[in-house]
């Protein structure tokens, strides 16, 4: 949970390289992760950032993840390869600085460039913020407050939209994923994919994966896989709540 008691500031659900790993700016920085293996993740409420984030990293995988109301899945730098298979996602797969993936059978209810909302974003309101002082004359304080919230709520449109990030796409086929509940709407058929990339044979609660293939981290073919309940275990064991 990227925002759980707090907001704010870009929050990664998951990464390889990047975040605490050893800092290097130049062009001959060495990698930051080799061989990696991402997989029985569910990563939500990453509104800003996106959900699994691969910097500078080799031969990684990610298979089978559930990531809901997150950019999807972000590779960057030209030394980066992923294989990123079998989820499903807010968002999508998106490449910068030449990074490389072999991509498929995932589902993603979001666009690639979509991903670039919450920089822009920010970019623009930074922008603005200082106008009623340099442009005294023509804007007040309440106009760049309005220029802020009518940014925001652009934001928060794309994002829920199918060219955005699509979330309503996942609320739709789940009783309500922002708080971790995975379960499925009444009536409504889990998504499936034609082809099992193999090498995970498990799913999030530990139950052996079907022949039908669903993409994420649950499997559906045995029934309904708490999520909700394995949160409230572990948030009782810290004595939170959600």
Not at 12 to 29: A, H, I, K, N
């Amino acid at each position: 949970m990227c925002e759980w008691r707090h907001k704010g500031r870009r929050r990664v659900g998951l990464s390889f390289g990047g975040g605490g790993t050893f800092r290097c700016s130049g062009p001959d920085c060495p990698l930051e992760h080799q061989n990696g293996i991402m997989r029985n993740n569910v990563i939500i409420n990453c509104p800003e950032a996106p959900g699994v984030y691969i910097n500078r990293s080799e031969n990684v995988t990610v298979r089978h993840n559930t990531l809901f109301k997150s950019w999807g899945v972000m590779l960057r730098f030209k030394d980066t390869f992923a294989t990123v298979q079998n989820n499903i996602m807010s968002g999508a797969v998106s490449l910068r600085q030449e990074a490389g993936v072999e991509s498929g059978d995932n589902i993603q209810t979001g666009y690639a460039f979509a991903a670039y909302t919450p920089g822009v974003v920010r970019k623009l309101k930074e922008r603005v913020s200082d106008y009623d002082v340099k442009f005294s004359k023509w804007v007040d304080k309440a106009d760049v407050i309005k220029m802020h919230s009518t940014l925001d709520g652009f934001a928060n449109w794309l994002s829920r939209s199918s060219i955005g990030r699509g979330d309503e796409v996942l609320q739709s086929l789940f009783r309500n994923p922002g708080m971790a509940d995975f379960k499925l709407e009444k009536g409504v058929a889990p998504p499936t994919v034609p082809y099992d990339h193999g090498e995970v044979k498990m799913d999030f609660c530990g139950r052996s994966r079907g022949k039908v293939i669903f993409p994420g981290a649950i499997d559906f073919s045995t029934g309904p896989c708490d999520v909700l309940a394995l949160r409230n275990r572990i948030l009782n064991r810290f004595g939170v709540s959600y």
